[in-house]
């Protein structure tokens, strides 16, 4: 598996902002799905989003529904995820996961992360 590399994270106020991205290198970046995950602190690491190799399928965590949108830009070998009316509950550290795969309603991805870029939201 390529290497990941999470960026974008940072302090923000409630119902501000982020664009997250994910750069994954010396993969097959465009053969794959990708998610995004996230872990607060004291707890396990859990699902947030995920999009399919073409870029047509996306599934997203109930909690982000209308808020996040993920998006991937297989030139750049790059996924994203635009974070909208971010909330103190999205406080977390946000991961990135590669060599995945996108079946009826769920993600399914290979055991592989970045270090994580921390989000932190303030109210």
């Known amino acids: 598996q390529a290497p990941l590399v999470e960026s974008g994270g940072g302090l923000v106020q409630a119902g501000g902002s982020l664009r997250l991205s994910c750069a994954e290198s010396?993969?097959?970046?465009?053969?794959?799905?990708m998610g995004w995950f996230r872990r607060a602190a004291g707890t396990e690491r859990v699902f947030v989003a995920a999009?399919?190799?073409?870029?047509?399928?996306?599934v997203y965590a109930d909690s982000v529904k209308g808020r996040f949108t993920i998006s991937r830009d297989d030139v750049k070998s790059t996924i994203y995820l635009q974070m909208d009316n971010l909330q103190p509950e999205d406080t977390a550290v946000y991961y990135c996961?590669?060599?995945?795969?996108?079946?009826?309603?769920?993600?399914?991805?290979?055991?592989?992360w970045g270090e994580g870029t921390l989000v932190t939201v303030s109210s």
């Open positions: 996961n590669t060599g995945g795969v996108i079946i009826g309603d769920t993600y399914y991805g290979m055991n592989s």
């Open positions: 999009i399919g190799l073409s870029g047509g399928a996306t």
């Open positions: 010396g993969g097959t970046f465009s053969s794959e799905a």
